[in-house]
C-alpha cells in the first residue's frame, strides 16, 4: 500500500485549502483513514479520521469546525478540507490508513501506513 498525500501550500490566514491522499492496493474502502500533522519542533498529532465508508468522522479538538475529512472509494482517495486556516495549522500533514475498518485513535501505533507527507504553511 502506498499513500501520496498533496495539496499543500502557502496560504493567508483566514483562508482555506484541501489535501488530498491517493492510495494504492485493494480493499480501500474496507480500512478508515486518517490525517496527522507535525508542526516544526512537535510532536505528530492526530488530526482526524473517517470509517471505511465515510460515514462517520472524527476530528481533535483544535480543529473541529473547520476541518472537514471526506473520502471517494471509487478512486481511493481521501481529503481534508480545511477553512479558517490559523498559523497554529501550520505543519507536514499526513495521510495515513487504519489497522482496521474504524478507528478514531489518536495514536499512531493504530495505523498502518503513512503517505510522504505534504507541507501547509498558514502566514498571519
Known amino acids: 500500500v502506498q499513500l501520496q498525500a498533496s495539496g499543500g501550500g502557502l496560504v493567508q490566514a483566514g483562508g482555506s485549502l484541501r489535501l488530498s491522499c491517493a492510495a494504492s492496493?485493494?480493499?480501500?474502502?474496507?480500512?478508515?483513514m486518517g490525517w496527522f500533522r507535525q508542526a516544526p519542533g512537535k510532536e505528530r498529532e492526530f488530526v482526524g479520521s473517517?470509517?471505511?465508508?465515510?460515514?462517520?468522522?472524527y476530528y481533535a479538538d483544535s480543529v473541529k469546525g473547520r476541518f472537514t475529512i471526506d473520502r471517494d472509494n471509487a478512486k481511493n482517495t481521501v481529503y481534508l478540507q480545511m477553512s479558517s486556516l490559523k498559523p497554529e495549522d501550520t505543519a507536514v500533514y499526513y495521510c495515513?490508513?487504519?489497522?482496521?475498518?474504524?478507528?478514531?485513535?489518536?495514536?499512531?501505533?493504530?495505523?498502518?501506513?503513512w503517505g510522504q507527507g505534504t507541507l501547509v504553511t498558514v502566514s498571519s
Open positions: 473517517t470509517t471505511g465508508s465515510g460515514g462517520r468522522s
Open positions: 495515513t490508513r487504519g489497522r482496521t475498518y474504524w478507528t478514531n485513535s489518536p495514536l499512531s501505533a493504530e495505523y498502518e501506513y
Open positions: 492496493g485493494r480493499a480501500f474502502s474496507s480500512y478508515a
